[in-house]
């Protein structure tokens, strides 16, 4: 690594958009960088495939005094969210000022994503994506590195949300692992329901064993228009993503599992049907094509139960997130320990309301959040953030969480967090319902 210019506040220091690899074109695979220089990281850049890290300010400078021991601070390698088509590494979301505030060092990794990181080609590992291979490098990166930052690289915990929930829980395939973290914390993971194979049948121009050199031979703005109206047809899903998720293929690795109560209740569709009292039939209609085997009225029977007003909302979230998350607790070989976030009627607990918390960035936020968490979010729910925050940096810390592990065997018990009072709780199997839904 070469000389860095950083970003300074009083207590942390922010290294923006720093390049982690080299990617000859946008299909091939990522190289180690090479090349030593000085980068400016004072600012985020638009580089997609980079990472930003941010340190207690008295960590790096220990690390720089090599007369002293490193300071051996944990580390959380974050993955953001986004469909596996969008986000960015330095979304306002994903600031990892409060952990490093809070005696972590915080690396926020980008990678490739759509057709670039997710479309899969004939001569290509099954398992393998070039964006989840570039979070690999991003890991051996942070494995070179983080001691400059203060950085324990022998402590650190793979993060994620969404699709970056999904990745995380992804590269602790046996195939994928490498010993570089120790832990995950996946919030609300997704992944598509088919696999990229099956679906390019619906784009003939991805198919065969030229579709790389067609792919690599368009312009960015033509490879965009393409992927757009390719995902037109996946509306209730990804359109890309790694397929599919076996947990038997997991390695043994303590988990914290989150996922919010009413995921979806948002999304367009589902809102549109349940506002005008169609949520069961839409849920009637497509059960079988979400992915849902269990008969359909026994499932809008336990939706109902949940939620009458939003069957439709639900289902959506079972399909593409609870689905996933029920699986994962179910057959990872290792700990895992459940974490529910929930709401009221007023304020739904919707998918990303657990981010501002998590990451204790309130009053940083851009005004949509009041769709989240409500208006005055920042002085209301402070308490809640404090409580959440500290949760997931003693988890990444090396400290088990307080409430039992998820037990196939026995209760399956979830701890509960009101994500508008900060009330924890209990539930016993919250997921049965999905569980038996989606096999």
Request: net charge neutral; aromatic share 10%.
């Amino acid at each position: 690594m070469g000389a860095i210019k950083s970003n300074d506040s009083v207590d942390t220091v922010t290294f923006y958009s720093l390049p982690y690899s080299h990617i000859p074109s946008p299909f091939a695979a990522a190289e180690p960088l090479r090349e030593r220089g000085t980068v400016d990281a004072t600012i985020p850049k638009a580089r997609q495939v980079g990472l930003t890290v941010s340190a207690p300010v008295s960590a790096v400078r220990a690390a720089a005094d090599t007369a002293s021991l490193p300071p051996d601070l944990p580390v959380i390698a974050f993955l953001h969210g986004g469909r596996y088509e969008s986000g960015h590494h330095d979304g306002s979301w994903y600031g990892g000022q409060a952990f490093a505030r809070d005696g972590a060092v915080f690396v926020s990794i980008g990678y490739r994503m759509a057709f670039e990181g997710f479309a899969h080609f004939d001569d290509e590992d099954p398992s393998h994506y070039r964006g989840t291979d570039d979070a690999v490098m991003a890991l051996e990166w942070i494995q070179r590195n983080i001691e400059s930052f203060g950085g324990d690289p022998t402590n650190v915990t793979l993060m994620g949300q969404s699709a970056g929930g999904g990745m995380a829980v992804w590269l602790a395939r046996r195939d994928h692992y490498r010993g570089a973290f120790r832990r995950i914390v996946a919030l609300s993971p997704g992944y598509p329901r088919q696999s990229f194979d099956r679906r390019r049948r619906a784009l003939p121009f991805l198919g065969g064993s030229s579709a790389r050199e067609k792919l690599t031979s368009l312009s960015p703005k033509r490879r965009d228009a393409l992927y757009r109206r390719y995902r037109t047809r996946y509306i209730t899903d990804s359109a890309v993503g790694p397929n599919p998720f076996d947990g038997s293929q997991l390695v043994d690795v303590p988990i914290l599992l989150t996922h919010t109560a009413d995921e979806f209740y948002l999304e367009p569709v589902g809102a549109w049907c349940d506002a005008r009292g169609m949520g069961a039939g839409f849920a009637r209609l497509l059960a079988g094509n979400l992915g849902a085997t269990m008969e359909p009225g026994a499932y809008i029977d336990a939706c109902r139960r949940i939620d009458p007003d939003r069957v439709a909302g639900r289902m959506i979230g079972d399909s593409t997130i609870r689905r996933w998350v029920s699986s994962i607790a179910e057959t990872a070989p290792g700990p895992v320990w459940m974490l529910q976030f929930t709401g009221s009627g007023d304020q739904p607990a919707l998918h990303c309301a657990e981010l501002p918390l998590v990451f204790d960035c309130l009053g940083t936020l851009p005004a949509r959040v009041d769709a989240l968490l409500g208006d005055d979010a920042a002085g209301r729910l402070q308490p809640v953030a404090d409580r959440v925050h500290r949760m997931v940096l003693n988890f990444a810390s090396g400290q088990r969480p307080v409430w039992p592990e998820f037990d196939t065997d026995g209760d399956r018990f979830s701890r509960t967090v009101d994500i508008a009072t900060g009330e924890t709780g209990s539930a016993a199997d919250p997921l049965g319902y999905v569980r038996r839904a989606f096999p």
